[in-house]
């Protein structure tokens, strides 16, 4: 069974940042691409990242570029979001999701995890 | 970016009726290795999104076969042939044919 989880999710300040973990299990890591995607609260998705399947190749909203870096450990079967420069337009529940397939295209994400919530405020 | 445009962004229906919600992109989602980049999810109440159709018309493993992706180049539409209770929540469409990936404003489905 594919399991995604997320953590990391904090209360931070302006200027701040943050580690956004995703541990996966249940398929074979390191052939799927992964991403990232958040949601305000009560509001629409928004797409975040998306890193391919060996690490090498992720692309960024232009909202979080520069600012945020994904990454992935395929021996530990965790993808990360380091966020930095955090604003109040950051704060949102932030969901990583499996790709159907391994190469870094921003969609077809076909398991989500529950979501950990980023409150970026003084 | 390629922008998402859904509509209708609201959508009662009765249980046993159709529904159809439409998505327009800025430019077309065709690439060119012949795969056209549209998604449709649904986020249920309290709920992550799910995918329930890639490449405009392909379900994944589970979904009902109520559900049907159509569509080409920038003109997409989800059909539910006869919607029930459990179908309730938010649709979104997403392009993925280039970063960065976007989403449509969503369509709240919701029973009459």
């Known amino acids: 069974e594919v399991k995604l989880l997320e953590s990391g999710g904090d209360l931070e300040q302006p200027g701040g940042s943050l580690r956004l973990s995703c541990a996966a299990s249940g398929f074979i890591f390191s052939t799927y691409a992964m991403g990232w995607v958040r949601q305000v609260p009560g509001k629409g998705l928004e797409w975040v990242s998306v890193i391919s399947g060996g690490g090498d190749a992720t692309y960024y909203a232009d909202s979080v570029k520069g600012r945020f870096t994904t990454s992935r450990d395929n021996s530990k079967n965790t993808l990360f979001l380091q966020m930095n420069s955090l604003t109040v337009d950051d704060t949102a529940i932030y969901y990583c999701?499996?790709?159907?397939?391994?190469?870094?295209?921003?969609?077809?994400?076909?398991?989500w995890g529950p979501g950990t919530l980023v409150t970026v405020s003084s | 970016d390629i922008l998402m445009t859904q509509s209708p962004l609201s959508l009662p229906v009765t249980p046993g009726e159709p529904a159809s919600i439409s998505c327009r992109s800025s430019q077309s989602l065709l690439a060119g290795n012949g795969n056209t980049y549209l998604d449709w999810y649904l986020q249920k109440p309290g709920q992550s999104p799910q995918l329930l159709i890639y490449f405009v018309s392909n379900r994944t493993s589970g979904v009902p076969d109520r559900f049907s992706g159509s569509g080409s180049g920038t003109d997409f539409t989800l059909k539910i042939t006869r919607v029930e209770a459990e179908d309730v929540g938010f649709y979104y469409c997403?392009?993925?044919?280039?970063?960065?990936?976007?989403f449509g404003q969503g369509t709240k489905l919701e029973i009459k």
């Open positions: 999701a499996k790709r159907i397939f391994g190469a870094a295209v921003p969609g077809q994400f076909d398991y």
């Open positions: 997403m392009q993925g044919l280039q970063a960065p990936g976007t």
